[in-house]
């Protein structure tokens, strides 16, 4: 593949950069620090983002979207982490949103693709059990087809933002009967229908993100079935396959190496982290572990549209590295505030009343180092990215 500068890709991420600099509005800008944005930014961005045409920038012009290359997406991804805008809701913009570009009738797209341009819309995704997470397949929510509803019973685990979203997709069992991946269907269900229950579980990063979602007899109608009955497993195949470049979080460690710089030249007073050897070094290594994940993010962009087993063990090691990464980073942050480190476990991007002492560095930073500590568990955990690379080495 080619290294060389694209000027091109120059000229594309100067474009970005003057839309941020034109339109996030200050309220809004320094906002994202790790974690989903609270709902009312999210939307008030998303609204921002549509109006200009990028209400969806990771899909294809024919589905409304902006139409960029992967390598584009990166470059946007990346300078709207850098200036701290808000998130956009992941789970409607790669996960869902692909699924319905694919597999859902014209009714159905007409129904759910317009509020997720407009961010009126919020969604989460109903997959984990407990006792079901890296092995998915063996989920036991069931679905018995009565008429034109199916019938829902059993629980979802882990269920991120269940309390801030508006519709769920889900994995069900519609047949017990067969081969455990071949019973399994995707639906899709309003959050306000009766017998869906969320309930809080609050993580070490002091947040509630996290939920657990009972299903007791909910009644979901049948027109909300993605695909064929039965199709679940192929449908949840393609919706785990997306973007394996991306899986790095490549935007993420870019804005923790230069927080890291940032505090490394600061502290006036007894001289700058920077000029001590060891902080020195250290930061040095991070910074060669970040460039060297940002050219392996080049390789798989280049390789994303082969689809090849290549390209998912690539995506692996990218998850494994880049997650392994983040934590140190987050843990390297904590330790580079000295002091301040114990009394910077506030929720990100709010300031603590009951630590005054706090300095601006140290704002939020203690609260993503432990979120952080989930990052080598969701979206394929380490070992099962691990054994994803050691399969693909058995084939060559
Ligand atoms: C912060 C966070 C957000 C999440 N958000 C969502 C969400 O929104 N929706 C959703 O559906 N789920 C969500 N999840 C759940 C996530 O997908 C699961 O936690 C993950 O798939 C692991 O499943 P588990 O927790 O059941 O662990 P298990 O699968 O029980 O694994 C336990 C341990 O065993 C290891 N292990 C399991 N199988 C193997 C194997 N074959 N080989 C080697 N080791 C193995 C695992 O690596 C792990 O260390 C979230 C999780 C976290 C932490």
Redesign the pocket.
Known sequence: MDFRRNPNLDAFRQEVRAFLRDHLPAELAGRNSGVRSERAELVAWQRILNAHGWGAPHWPEEHGGTGWSLQQRLVFDEECVAVGAPTQDGFAQKLVGPVLNRFATPEQKAEHLPPIFTGTRLW?????EPGS???LASLRTQAVRTGDHYVVNGQ?I???YAHQADWIFLLVRTDPSVKKQAGISFLLADMRTPGITVRPIVSIDGRH??NETFFDDVRVPVRNLIGAEGEGWKITKFLLNNEHASSADLPTLLRMLNRLKQLATQRAGRGALVERHVFALRLARYEAEVRAIAVMVQRVAAMEADNSPATHAMGSILKVRGTELQQKMSEFLVESLGDSGAVANTVAGQRSATCPDQTGDGHGLAAEMFFRR?AT??G?????QR?IVAKTMFQF
């Not at 989460?124 to 984990?128: A, D, E, K, L, T």
């Open positions: 989460c995704q109903g997959f984990s997470g890296s092995d979802k882990w269920t991120s993100h996290l989930a568990i969701y394929g955990s380490s070992e099962i054994g």
